[in-house]
């Protein structure tokens, strides 16, 4: 499985790395009240690739997180509740007078 993911993330750094060194072109991005951006067409891509999947990833983390201590909340309970029940103490006899 690592072996898979690191094939997996290794295409897409050789697939970024391709795309900037075919696309290295200035470009001119218009902003708020006049103002103007200019940076390189590789740059702009991986910045609007980061705002976008960076919020999703954060949120995937943080319920992924949450739900692994649900889990051991969970599993915590059931290994207390699974224990037999404590031995109930002997009845206290009192001396009753015999005749």
Known sequence: ?????????????????????????????SLWGGLRLDTKLPALVVVAFLLGFLPLYLLHRTQV????????????????SSLPPPA???PAYTAVDTI
């Open 1 to 29: 499985m690592r072996f898979l993911k690191t094939l997996i993330w290794v295409t897409i750094i050789i697939g970024l790395i391709v795309f900037a060194t075919n696309n290295w072109a200035p470009v001119s991005v």
């Open 65 to 80: 997180w949450r739900l692994k201590r649900r889990i051991l909340t969970l599993e915590g309970n059931q290994h207390t």
């Open 88 to 90: 109930a103490p002997p």
